[in-house]
């Protein structure tokens, strides 16, 4: 079982920047690939990042390829999500989530989520 608390998400005008942060409960996260999802109202859950467990490896959904950077602390059982240049389009609730398997982009392949993170851009 692995339990994800995220923080950092809030209010921002465009063209700002916001880290959030994803911790995780046990003691195996380094066997955990970690993804950063989002979802809008009314839209489908998608991939904005992920990092592999293996090697640290990183795979970008289609929508924010260089806008944002993901890095984990293994030893702080954190993942972050380093987010620039945001945009009124990026505003939408944040989740991470953790799978045993590597470069996944389906939402359907993770197994344990946190309960999201508010993240709104003004314009």
């Known amino acids: 079982q692995v339990l994800l608390v995220e923080s950092g998400g809030g209010l921002v005008q465009a063209g700002g920047s916001l880290r959030l942060a994803c911790a995780a409960s046990g003691r195996t996260f380094s066997s955990y690939t970690m993804g950063w999802f989002r979802q809008a109202p009314g839209k489908e859950r998608e991939l904005v990042v992920g990092i592999n467990w293996s090697d640290g490896g990183t795979y970008y959904g289609d929508s924010v390829k260089g806008q944002f950077t993901i890095s984990r602390d293994n030893a702080k059982n954190t993942v972050y999500l380093q987010m620039t240049g945001l945009k009124p389009e990026d505003t939408a609730v944040y989740y991470c989530?953790?799978?045993?398997?590597?470069?996944?982009?389906?939402?359907?392949?993770?197994?344990?989520w946190g309960q999201g993170t508010q993240v709104t851009v003004s314009s």
């Open positions: 989530a953790a799978t045993r398997r590597l470069g996944r982009r389906n939402p359907s392949d993770y197994d344990y």
